[in-house]
């Protein structure tokens, strides 16, 4: 959203800030830390953590005052820097903002961008001045829940502008420095390269069709060394890379992505009309994300690497349905969804923020 933001107002200032510092220091630590370490070592506690809390009818008193002192902590920081409009790309500041709303009377507009395919309750707060979301389901459960109607645009997820951008397939091959004419399939585990990478690699040399893999692990220098070396003993072509600023490219240059289904990965896929297989999706937000892909046809869902050769044999030899899962994707494709996002922006800047909203 920075990139969008300044590509529309070159003069301005966009200032990127990690709300959870402004939280406890114990909380900050088990927010950066414990999310990853649970989803790996307890899937089953995070999912009836996360359905516990969607459950919830009442915001916890735990959850009412974090988001009180972060709020709190945050007043000198927003003096300084006096910002026209906040935006949210996370529940948590969400949560926070619509606290520091009802405690300060010159509070800026805040919009809430959600990066997900369904909507927790944690996003919902009725005096946050506006609401960016992926589908008009989404829509409905914000508005079901008592925020405004007119308060909420469906504009899809936002993603890189380049995305927008039209290059074909040899072209972005020939950028990633692969084989133009064999079947190519992007293998991704996110910026922090978390996901079963090397089983899932090492499950992609058993596909019977001549194909090529281009394996993205992120910011992850271990792994990607150590898929480095696996990739050696495989009889498919593999390239592997670290983390990668022109995403797009690797994705136009694929025949299919095998990924973990987070919002944005996923949003760049359909983008890029690309095929998804969904491995392993993590409890809670990934698993919503992939009942939703799935249930619009623009993606498979496999549990294990041991499935994952003979899912891409199946895919792989019916081009018939590689098409429609091209066709869908670009059906519910958003490439300029940041670019909207930026004109919800504009508006909330030429008008004040409601000074007396205690709806919520």
């Not at 359905?51 to 920081?77: C, D, G, I, M, P």
């Not at 072209?171 to 692969?178: E, F, K, P, Q, Y």
């Not at 923020?353 to 205690?358: E, F, G, L, N, V």
Request: charged share 25%; proline share 5%.
């Amino acid at each position: 959203m920075s990139q969008a933001a300044i590509e529309r107002w070159p003069d301005a200032e966009c200032h990127v800030v990690d709300s959870y510092r402004y939280a406890s220091h114990v909380f900050h630590r088990v927010a950066s830390n414990g999310y990853i370490g649970m989803v790996k070592m307890l899937p089953q506690l995070y999912r009836y953590v996360y359905e516990q809390a969607e459950r919830a009818t009442k915001v916890s008193a735990f959850k009412s005052w974090l988001h009180h002192y972060t709020a709190v902590n945050l007043r000198q920081y927003m003096e300084e820097i006096s910002p026209d409009v906040v935006v949210c790309t996370h529940a948590f500041p969400c949560g926070v903002m619509s606290e520091y709303k009802r405690e300060f009377a010159d509070a800026p507009p805040v919009i809430g961008i959600v990066t997900d395919f369904a909507v927790h309750p944690f996003w919902i707060h009725k005096n946050i001045d506006a609401y960016a979301v992926a589908t008009n389901a989404m829509k409905q459960s914000l508005v079901a829940r008592g925020v405004v109607a007119d308060r909420v645009r469906v504009t899809g997820i936002p993603i890189d502008g380049k995305f927008a951008r039209p290059i074909s397939k040899s072209a972005a091959r020939d950028i990633v420095g692969i084989d133009r004419n064999r079947t190519t399939l992007l293998l991704m585990g996110g910026g922090l390269g978390i996901g079963p990478l090397e089983k899932a690699l090492v499950a992609l040399d058993k596909v019977s069709f001549d194909l090529q893999t281009v394996v993205v692990v992120g910011k992850n220098e271990r792994l990607e060394r150590r898929l480095a070396d696996v990739a050696q003993q495989l009889r498919h072509p593999v390239l592997v890379r670290g983390f990668v600023a022109n995403v797009c490219d690797y994705m136009r240059a694929a025949d299919v992505l095998v990924s973990k289904p987070g919002g944005l990965t996923s949003s760049e896929a359909l983008a890029s009309e690309l095929p998804l297989v969904m491995l392993r999706p993590l409890p809670g937000q990934e698993e919503r994300n992939t009942r939703y892909l799935q249930e619009r046809g623009v993606g498979i869902r496999v549990q294990t690497s041991r499935e994952l050769a003979a899912a891409i044999d199946q895919l792989l030899g019916d081009a018939a349905a590689l098409e429609r899962m091209r066709r869908a994707a670009r059906a519910l494709a958003h490439p300029d969804a940041a670019q909207s996002i930026t004109q919800i922006i504009a508006r909330l800047a030429r008008r004040p923020s409601p000074k007396t909203d205690r709806l919520d």
